[in-house]
Structure formats: structure tokens, C-alpha cells
């Protein structure tokens, strides 16, 4: 009867671990919206597939808008290699359409709006889970590392001047912290699905700054954000006019 007890008592230990083990690894959803993106798709999507965190916990929507560069092209070839990635159309080609799109067809319980023109580090996804449950935040983001989109003097001034105070003001996403603070808004967040539930979609009715707009609706509904410096985010800047209006998909919805 000892022996029975004991086995009982060792597959119980065994069966809550288990339990505790897939609620600390929910199903994460990265939606990657992007177009003409080719130098840029395959290093981000790369940099997702290489994270720590378990791999048939993660999907990878990439939302292509229509791109005429070969983009979707590599980004097909990666959903032909990787059976947890997919690519959807988006015929909108706006950025917010592709952000909803992609969030309409996840599956996870953590969704990580992402950008073609960033890399998250290997810890990303782990941490961003981690923190989300020590401090009971609804929304987690890194602070970004800026990069130049090239290295003439340009794109150096550029990358510093969206590093810096003079450039972004007090926006701490981008100009760092020392400890994890709650913000108003902040970049490649991974939101509790219950958020998008709640407050609706991103806005396609803006151009720029639907995230801003979107972050306003997630703390009026009662949501918080929270910025980690211990996660980092490398992100691209645009060097030129023609990059930004790419950013930007269409200045007019069609």
C-alpha cells in the first residue's frame, strides 16, 4: 500500500508540473505585417524562429501587403521550411489592416504585434512571459536598440537622433530605462489577448501612429504596459523618403 501511495503521490507531482509548465508556455502569436520587405523579412522572421522559447508554442503570421520586391516570395519560402509559419494578403496594403489581419487569425492567448524591420533576441519571448506574470502586466515590450537602415552619415544621424531625447523626447521605449517601468506606450509589444477583445482593432482609419492611438484604448479599459530594458528589440531605422512611405504602406486606403 506504501508503494501504491507513493506511486500515486509521484504522478500526481508529475501531472501538476506538467500543468504549471504549459501555463507558464502559452500559445504565442507573432504577427509580422509587412511590404517590400526583402532585406530585411527573412532576418526577422529567422531571429523569431530562433528564440528559446518551445517552438510548438509559437505560430508566426507574416501579413504581406502586396509587396513588388520579392518579399513575399522569401516569406513563402520560410512558411515552406518553418510549419508554424503563414502568410496572409493584405489587400488593404495599411499597416493597422495588416496588424488586424493577422491578429484576426491567430490562435494565441499572447499576441506580439511585431515589425518586418526589427529582431528580437533569443530570451525575447521567455522574458516577455516571465515579466508578464511577476508583474501581473497585460502588455510587455522591450526597449528598442536602433540601428541605421545604412551607414553613410545619413543613416547614422538618423538611428541617433531616434535614440535620443532631442529626437523622440521622453519616449522610453526608445531612449531606455533603468528598470522595468509602466508606460504609456511602447513597441513589439506581446498583448494579453483579452486586450483585443476588450478594446477592439487597430485603427485603419490613421496612417501613423495607430499604436499610440490603440495604447490610449488599452489604458482607458483599465490595461496596463509594461517596459523591460533587460528585453531588447533591434530595430532598422529608415534612412530615406521612399523607406518611410513604404513604413507606411498607403497614404490613402484603396
Request: charge should be positive; charged fraction near 25%.
Amino acid at each position: 500500500s506504501y508503494f501504491y501511495l507513493f506511486s500515486v503521490q509521484r504522478l500526481g507531482l508529475t501531472l501538476l508540473r506538467g500543468k504549471m509548465k504549459t501555463e507558464c508556455q502559452p500559445l504565442v502569436s507573432i504577427v509580422v505585417p509587412c511590404r517590400n520587405e526583402k532585406l530585411y523579412i527573412k532576418r526577422c522572421i529567422e531571429s523569431i524562429v530562433s528564440s528559446s522559447y518551445p517552438q510548438d508554442k509559437i505560430e508566426i503570421i507574416v501579413v504581406d501587403g502586396i509587396s513588388e520586391d520579392g518579399t513575399r516570395e522569401l516569406a513563402e519560402e520560410l512558411a515552406d521550411k518553418y510549419s508554424f509559419v503563414r502568410v496572409l494578403n493584405n489587400e488593404k496594403k495599411i499597416l493597422a489592416s495588416g496588424w488586424n489581419m493577422g491578429i484576426e487569425n491567430s490562435k494565441g492567448d499572447i499576441i506580439i504585434t511585431a515589425n518586418a524591420h526589427a529582431e528580437i533576441e533569443k530570451e525575447h519571448i521567455k522574458k516577455c512571459i516571465s515579466y508578464m506574470n511577476q508583474y501581473k502586466a497585460d502588455c510587455v515590450g522591450p526597449v528598442l536598440i536602433t540601428h541605421p537602415q545604412d551607414t553613410g552619415i545619413i543613416g547614422e544621424a538618423i538611428a541617433a537622433v531616434m535614440s535620443h531625447p532631442f529626437g523622440v523626447g521622453n519616449s522610453t521605449f526608445r531612449i531606455g530605462a533603468n528598470k522595468p517601468n509602466f508606460v504609456d506606450t511602447l513597441h513589439l509589444g506581446a498583448y494579453k489577448r483579452e486586450i483585443f477583445e476588450k478594446i477592439g482593432m487597430y485603427n485603419e482609419d490613421l496612417v501613423r501612429s495607430q499604436d499610440i492611438e490603440m495604447h490610449r484604448r488599452l489604458h482607458y479599459a483599465g490595461f496596463n504596459m509594461l517596459l523591460v530594458p533587460d528585453i531588447k528589440g533591434h530595430y532598422y531605422t529608415r534612412s530615406n523618403r521612399i523607406s518611410t512611405e513604404t513604413f507606411n504602406f498607403n497614404k490613402t486606403k484603396r
